[in-house]
């Protein structure tokens, strides 16, 4: 996942800890941990697939 949207969604996590967000930035949040939750598991599927057990 790109760096720039990995820190978005830790400025999100931040601003709503201490703020609080709009409706428009609950949205863009989750659809940010959304597509990074794919990606972690995608990528946590590969890795399994990868490993030999001898």
């Known amino acids: 996942m790109d760096?720039?949207?990995i820190a978005r969604i830790?400025?999100?996590a931040k601003k709503k800890k201490t703020v609080g967000?709009?409706?428009d930035?609950?949205?863009?949040q989750a659809k940010l941990r959304e597509e990074y939750?794919?990606?972690y598991r995608r990528s946590l599927r590969h890795h399994?697939?990868?490993i030999k057990v001898v």
């Not at 930035?25 to 863009?28: A, D, N, P, R, T």
């Open 3 to 5: 760096p720039k949207k």
């Open 10 to 12: 830790n400025e999100l």
């Open 21 to 23: 967000l709009t409706g």
């Open 25 to 28: 930035e609950k949205v863009e």
């Open 37 to 39: 939750i794919k990606g």
């Open 48 to 50: 399994i697939e990868g």
